[in-house]
């Protein structure tokens, strides 16, 4: 279950929002020509990976603990089968940066986990080092470093949570949350605070003609849902959840199949992908250009992106960014079918997102606010 304390890819997302001001001009856009597959100069591979991982004998990780996405029984495996030791300090994707960047002299961690919008960030403090693992080739471009320095793992997609007791008919897109039916119906999180909430805006833009660099259509459609008096903010999408007092819920998909297995009644609940258009979004892995124990990380990073890897992610409801893996039919069950995915967009112009996201709050005040 994704229930880490205080790293969750919403609170992510509001450190990207918060970093970005400080770092204007460090978010790049991915490259769009094909990735070049040449490893960085001098890394082991294979065998000699591993045996340099097993003399180490040590790995620290910053943001990566037991409780988020299975990352327990992941580490124990890989632990475990590399003959090493393992610790983590929690933390958000902008400490983790912070952390390797001050610590260089000395450094403590070896490997990090942080949302995408944060890789170019490492990559401009210069704090991170290539690799490229076995499968770095299946991984889609526009999910990692052209030069390897940040890697996709897996990936969120904006969905609706919806409670099928409390609705006569299970909503599909954007479009069917406007209808009257659903007066009243619809919570999203404090758009002011909650980067969760503000990537439903541009899942809603994709959906209605916009992009990164064009996000009022998104606005647009949240000023009509909430003059239609279907939408309904709120700091605790679960605890209302919980309390049946809503049916629809907007959120990352791996945060409303986590709630869903928390809740009493689970199966009366469904996860659903917006037919008519959302945004999907990555969390990278990030190995610390000053690692202490850099072959353990490399060899942890190449086991998180194997085919066993990919499957423990799945079995925490992270959708592999692999998409070629085979999740087991017992783990599949669990998630939302691949095929909904059809309408999923990834953010391309991290630049352009990083900037407008910005202005997000002004207008949610200007055009959502005064519509309730």
């Known amino acids: 279950m994704l229930n880490r304390t205080r790293k969750s890819l919403t609170c992510v997302m509001i450190g990207a929002f918060l970093m970005s001001s400080l770092l204007t001009g460090c978010g790049t856009k991915p490259a769009a020509d094909p990735v070049k597959e040449a490893k960085p100069a001098g890394e082991l591979t294979g065998q000699a990976l591993k045996d340099a991982a097993k003399k180490e004998g040590k790995v620290v990780s910053y943001g990566m603990p037991d409780a ?3 990352l327990g029984e992941i580490w124990g495996n890989f632990t475990k089968s590399n003959e090493v030791t393992h610790s983590d300090t929690d933390m958000t994707s902008a400490e983790e940066i912070a952390k390797f960047d001050a610590e260089k002299g000395s450094p403590v961690a070896d490997i990090g986990d942080v949302g995408i919008t944060f890789g170019n960030v490492a990559v401009a403090r210069d704090v991170v080092q290539a690799h490229k693992g076995p499968t770095w080739s299946e991984i889609p471009d526009w999910a990692k470093n052209k030069d390897g320095l940040w890697t996709g793992e897996y990936v969120g997609t904006i969905a609706f949570l919806v409670n099928t007791k ?10 069917d949350l ?3 039916e659903y007066k009243g119906a619809v919570v999203t999180g404090d758009v002011l605070k909650a980067a969760q909430s503000q990537a439903a ?6 959906a209605n003609g916009g992009d990164e660099n064009n996000l ?11 003059k239609a008096g279907n939408l309904k903010p709120s700091d605790n999408i ?5 309390k049946g007092e809503v049916p629809v819920g907007i959120l990352w998909d791996f945060n409303a ?6 809740l009493a009644d689970k199966e009366n609940y469904q996860v659903v992908i917006p037919a008519d258009g959302t945004v999907a979004s990555a969390y990278v892995s990030i190995i610390n250009k000053y690692a202490p124990h850099p072959n353990a990380a490399k060899a942890f990073q190449d086991y998180l992106l194997s085919d066993e890897g990919q499957v423990l992610l799945a079995k925490g409801f992270a959708r592999p960014i692999r998409d070629k ?9 669990t998630m939302v079918p691949k095929e909904q995915y059809v309408s999923a967009k990834p953010i391309k112009d991290f630049a352009a997102w990083e900037k407008n996201m910005k202005t997000i709050p002004d207008l949610w005040r200007n055009n959502v606010i005064v519509s309730q």
């Open 216 to 226: 009022k259509p998104g606005i647009d459609y949240f000023a009509k849902l909430a």
């Open 166 to 175: 409390l609705v006569k008919e299970v909503p599909k897109s954007w479009a």
């Open 68 to 70: 988020w996405a299975n």
């Open 178 to 180: 406007l209808k009257p």
């Open 238 to 242: 679960f605890s209302i959840f919980q």
């Open 325 to 333: 893996v085979q999740i087991p039919a017992d783990i599949a069950k």
């Open 201 to 206: 805006i541009l899942a809603a833009a994709f």
């Open 257 to 262: 199949l986590g709630y869903r297995s928390r």
